[in-house]
Protein backbone atom coordinates (compact mmCIF):
# COMPACT_ATOMS: atom_id res chain seq x y z
CA UNK A 1 0.00 0.00 0.00
CA UNK A 2 3.10 2.50 0.90
CA UNK A 3 4.65 1.83 -2.40
CA UNK A 4 1.18 2.68 -4.02
CA UNK A 5 0.59 5.82 -2.54
CA UNK A 6 4.22 7.23 -3.57
CA UNK A 7 3.37 6.13 -7.52
CA UNK A 8 0.27 8.22 -7.04
CA UNK A 9 2.67 11.20 -5.18
CA UNK A 10 5.20 10.92 -7.38
CA UNK A 11 3.35 10.78 -10.96
CA UNK A 12 1.13 13.92 -8.98
CA UNK A 13 4.32 15.47 -8.87
CA UNK A 14 5.41 14.64 -13.00
CA UNK A 15 1.55 15.94 -13.74
CA UNK A 16 1.63 19.26 -11.80
CA UNK A 17 5.37 19.97 -13.29
CA UNK A 18 4.57 19.47 -16.44
CA UNK A 19 1.74 22.11 -16.38
CA UNK A 20 3.83 24.39 -14.56
CA UNK A 21 6.16 23.88 -17.61
CA UNK A 22 3.35 24.32 -20.05
CA UNK A 23 2.49 27.81 -18.92
CA UNK A 24 5.58 28.82 -19.24
CA UNK A 25 5.50 30.53 -22.84
CA UNK A 26 1.66 31.53 -22.84
CA UNK A 27 0.97 35.02 -24.31
CA UNK A 28 -1.55 37.98 -23.56
CA UNK A 29 -4.10 40.05 -25.15
CA UNK A 30 -4.54 42.85 -23.07
CA UNK A 31 -5.96 46.68 -23.76
CA UNK A 32 -9.06 48.88 -23.43
CA UNK A 33 -12.20 49.39 -25.52
CA UNK A 34 -13.52 52.53 -26.45
CA UNK A 35 -16.36 55.01 -28.32
CA UNK A 36 -15.36 55.30 -31.79
CA UNK A 37 -16.72 58.22 -32.02
CA UNK A 38 -15.23 60.06 -29.11
CA UNK A 39 -11.71 58.09 -28.39
CA UNK A 40 -11.41 59.54 -24.85
CA UNK A 41 -14.74 57.48 -23.87
CA UNK A 42 -14.21 54.17 -22.45
CA UNK A 43 -16.65 51.94 -22.84
CA UNK A 44 -16.86 49.75 -19.72
CA UNK A 45 -18.38 45.75 -19.40
CA UNK A 46 -17.98 44.97 -23.15
CA UNK A 47 -17.70 41.36 -23.64
CA UNK A 48 -14.59 40.45 -25.54
CA UNK A 49 -13.33 37.04 -26.44
CA UNK A 50 -11.15 35.43 -29.17
CA UNK A 51 -11.63 31.97 -30.64
CA UNK A 52 -9.31 29.18 -30.08
CA UNK A 53 -8.87 25.01 -30.90
CA UNK A 54 -10.28 24.50 -27.78
CA UNK A 55 -13.05 26.59 -27.77
CA UNK A 56 -13.65 30.67 -27.51
CA UNK A 57 -11.81 32.60 -24.47
CA UNK A 58 -13.78 35.16 -22.74
CA UNK A 59 -13.20 38.61 -20.57
CA UNK A 60 -15.27 41.31 -19.92
CA UNK A 61 -14.05 45.16 -19.84
CA UNK A 62 -14.08 46.68 -16.18
CA UNK A 63 -15.45 50.19 -15.34
CA UNK A 64 -12.54 51.66 -16.84
CA UNK A 65 -12.60 49.36 -20.39
CA UNK A 66 -9.87 47.24 -19.78
CA UNK A 67 -10.09 43.85 -20.67
CA UNK A 68 -6.74 40.62 -20.53
CA UNK A 69 -7.37 37.38 -22.15
CA UNK A 70 -4.20 35.35 -20.77
CA UNK A 71 -3.49 31.64 -21.20
CA UNK A 72 -3.14 31.79 -24.53
CA UNK A 73 -1.21 29.51 -26.90
CA UNK A 74 1.35 31.54 -29.54
CA UNK A 75 -0.32 31.88 -33.02
CA UNK A 76 -2.68 34.48 -34.98
CA UNK A 77 -5.94 35.05 -33.12
CA UNK A 78 -9.02 37.19 -33.95
CA UNK A 79 -10.42 39.57 -31.43
CA UNK A 80 -13.79 39.92 -31.02
CA UNK A 81 -16.27 42.89 -29.08
CA UNK A 82 -19.74 43.34 -28.23
CA UNK A 83 -21.19 45.67 -25.86
CA UNK A 84 -24.76 46.55 -25.58
CA UNK A 85 -25.80 50.19 -28.30
CA UNK A 86 -22.33 49.59 -30.24
CA UNK A 87 -21.76 47.81 -33.36
CA UNK A 88 -19.79 44.27 -33.69
CA UNK A 89 -16.19 44.86 -33.58
CA UNK A 90 -13.91 42.32 -35.03
CA UNK A 91 -10.29 42.76 -35.13
CA UNK A 92 -8.17 39.96 -37.43
CA UNK A 93 -4.95 38.24 -37.36
CA UNK A 94 -3.04 39.10 -33.73
CA UNK A 95 -0.06 37.73 -33.94
CA UNK A 96 1.00 36.12 -30.53
CA UNK A 97 5.01 35.16 -29.52
CA UNK A 98 5.99 32.98 -27.17
CA UNK A 99 5.63 34.47 -23.28
CA UNK A 100 4.48 37.95 -25.02
CA UNK A 101 2.24 40.22 -24.45
CA UNK A 102 0.06 42.68 -27.19
CA UNK A 103 -1.95 45.46 -26.05
CA UNK A 104 -5.01 45.75 -28.47
CA UNK A 105 -7.41 48.81 -28.17
CA UNK A 106 -10.62 48.67 -29.59
CA UNK A 107 -13.01 51.23 -30.62
CA UNK A 108 -16.59 50.47 -31.13
CA UNK A 109 -18.42 52.14 -33.64
CA UNK A 110 -22.34 53.20 -33.00
CA UNK A 111 -24.90 53.15 -36.01
CA UNK A 112 -22.84 51.23 -38.60
CA UNK A 113 -20.05 53.92 -38.01
CA UNK A 114 -16.51 52.80 -39.54
CA UNK A 115 -14.32 52.34 -36.20
CA UNK A 116 -10.63 53.70 -36.49
CA UNK A 117 -8.23 51.17 -37.83
CA UNK A 118 -6.15 49.88 -34.77
CA UNK A 119 -2.63 49.16 -34.77
CA UNK A 120 -1.15 46.71 -31.98
CA UNK A 121 2.22 46.36 -30.84
CA UNK A 122 3.92 44.36 -28.10
CA UNK A 123 4.12 45.95 -24.76
CA UNK A 124 8.32 46.15 -24.47
CA UNK A 125 9.62 46.23 -20.78
CA UNK A 126 12.58 48.59 -20.39
CA UNK A 127 15.86 47.05 -20.53
CA UNK A 128 14.32 44.39 -22.57
CA UNK A 129 16.11 40.52 -22.49
CA UNK A 130 18.16 40.14 -25.59
CA UNK A 131 16.81 37.57 -27.53
CA UNK A 132 16.22 36.23 -31.24
CA UNK A 133 12.85 35.92 -32.36
CA UNK A 134 11.57 34.02 -35.56
CA UNK A 135 7.79 34.31 -36.65
CA UNK A 136 5.80 31.75 -38.42
CA UNK A 137 6.14 33.60 -41.98
CA UNK A 138 9.98 33.43 -41.46
CA UNK A 139 9.93 30.14 -40.99
CA UNK A 140 8.24 28.80 -43.50
CA UNK A 141 9.81 31.35 -46.29
CA UNK A 142 13.43 29.83 -45.01
CA UNK A 143 14.79 27.58 -47.10
CA UNK A 144 16.57 25.94 -43.65
CA UNK A 145 12.77 24.83 -42.48
CA UNK A 146 13.23 22.02 -41.79
CA UNK A 147 16.48 22.57 -39.42
CA UNK A 148 15.69 24.49 -36.97
CA UNK A 149 19.11 24.42 -35.08
CA UNK A 150 20.65 25.38 -38.93
CA UNK A 151 17.82 28.36 -39.31
CA UNK A 152 18.60 30.06 -35.83
CA UNK A 153 22.45 30.36 -37.04
CA UNK A 154 21.27 31.51 -40.38
CA UNK A 155 19.45 34.62 -38.83
CA UNK A 156 21.85 35.72 -35.95
CA UNK A 157 25.98 34.98 -35.63
CA UNK A 158 25.63 34.89 -31.65
CA UNK A 159 24.20 31.59 -32.17
CA UNK A 160 26.61 28.91 -33.87
CA UNK A 161 26.46 25.39 -34.45
CA UNK A 162 29.18 22.83 -33.25
CA UNK A 163 31.07 21.06 -36.08
CA UNK A 164 29.26 17.45 -37.26
CA UNK A 165 26.39 17.65 -34.75
CA UNK A 166 23.63 19.70 -33.90
CA UNK A 167 24.51 21.05 -30.91
CA UNK A 168 24.46 25.17 -30.47
CA UNK A 169 26.85 27.55 -28.79
CA UNK A 170 25.36 31.10 -28.00
CA UNK A 171 27.82 33.92 -27.94
CA UNK A 172 30.59 31.71 -26.90
CA UNK A 173 29.41 29.52 -24.46
CA UNK A 174 30.77 26.02 -23.76
CA UNK A 175 29.17 22.71 -25.70
CA UNK A 176 26.31 21.52 -24.12
CA UNK A 177 25.36 24.61 -21.42
CA UNK A 178 22.19 25.70 -23.78
CA UNK A 179 18.88 25.11 -22.71
CA UNK A 180 16.04 23.95 -24.91
CA UNK A 181 12.53 24.29 -24.10
CA UNK A 182 9.83 22.79 -26.42
CA UNK A 183 6.45 23.77 -25.80
CA UNK A 184 7.38 24.61 -22.16
CA UNK A 185 9.19 21.50 -21.61
CA UNK A 186 12.92 21.25 -20.79
CA UNK A 187 14.41 18.78 -23.29
CA UNK A 188 18.34 18.15 -24.45
CA UNK A 189 18.20 19.22 -27.67
CA UNK A 190 15.21 19.91 -30.57
CA UNK A 191 16.60 17.57 -33.35
CA UNK A 192 13.06 15.68 -32.69
CA UNK A 193 10.65 18.40 -34.11
CA UNK A 194 10.01 18.59 -37.96
CA UNK A 195 10.43 21.78 -39.28
CA UNK A 196 6.62 21.97 -40.77
CA UNK A 197 5.47 22.16 -36.74
CA UNK A 198 7.81 24.76 -35.83
CA UNK A 199 5.30 27.83 -35.02
CA UNK A 200 7.55 29.84 -33.65
CA UNK A 201 11.50 29.91 -32.39
CA UNK A 202 13.27 31.93 -29.51
CA UNK A 203 16.72 32.41 -28.68
CA UNK A 204 17.83 34.37 -25.06
CA UNK A 205 21.42 35.49 -25.64
CA UNK A 206 21.89 37.14 -22.39
CA UNK A 207 19.89 38.35 -19.48
CA UNK A 208 17.83 34.89 -19.14
CA UNK A 209 15.00 35.21 -17.35
CA UNK A 210 15.13 33.59 -14.17
CA UNK A 211 11.82 31.19 -15.67
CA UNK A 212 14.48 28.97 -17.39
CA UNK A 213 16.50 27.95 -14.39
CA UNK A 214 20.58 29.54 -13.78
CA UNK A 215 22.15 28.60 -16.78
CA UNK A 216 25.09 31.05 -18.41
CA UNK A 217 24.65 28.78 -22.18
CA UNK A 218 21.43 30.77 -23.44
CA UNK A 219 17.92 29.02 -23.64
CA UNK A 220 16.60 27.87 -27.18
CA UNK A 221 12.36 27.90 -26.81
CA UNK A 222 10.30 26.60 -29.82
CA UNK A 223 7.00 26.60 -29.57
CA UNK A 224 4.94 23.71 -32.14
CA UNK A 225 1.49 24.55 -34.18
CA UNK A 226 -1.32 23.98 -32.91
CA UNK A 227 -3.45 20.98 -33.87
CA UNK A 228 -6.03 23.28 -35.56
CA UNK A 229 -2.83 24.85 -37.61
CA UNK A 230 -1.39 21.63 -38.79
CA UNK A 231 -4.86 20.54 -39.99
CA UNK A 232 -5.70 23.92 -41.24
CA UNK A 233 -1.90 23.68 -43.17
CA UNK A 234 -3.00 20.17 -44.43
CA UNK A 235 -6.46 20.60 -45.98
CA UNK A 236 -5.00 23.62 -47.84
CA UNK A 237 -2.54 21.41 -49.18
CA UNK A 238 -5.13 19.20 -50.72
Same mark, same amino acid.
Given at each position: ?????????????????????????????????????????????????????????????????????????????????????????????????????????????? #??????? /????? &?? *?? +??? @???? !?????????????????????? #??????? /????? &?? *?? +??? @???? !?????????????????????????????????????? +??????????????????????
Amino acid at each position: MKIKINIIITTAILLFANLLNAQVNLATIKGVVYNAEDSTEVVPFAKVWVETESGDRYSIADEAGRYSIDALKPGTYNLNVRSLGFDNLTITAIALNPSGIVKVNAYCGM #NGVLPPV /EIYVP &LL *IP +GDI @PKIE !IRLEDIEHSPYMRDPATLITKI #NSDVQMI /EGTSD &LI *IR +GSR @PGDA !IYYIDGIKMNSMSSVPGAAIGGLEAYTGGIPAKYGDTT +GGVIVLETKSYFDLYAAWKYSQ
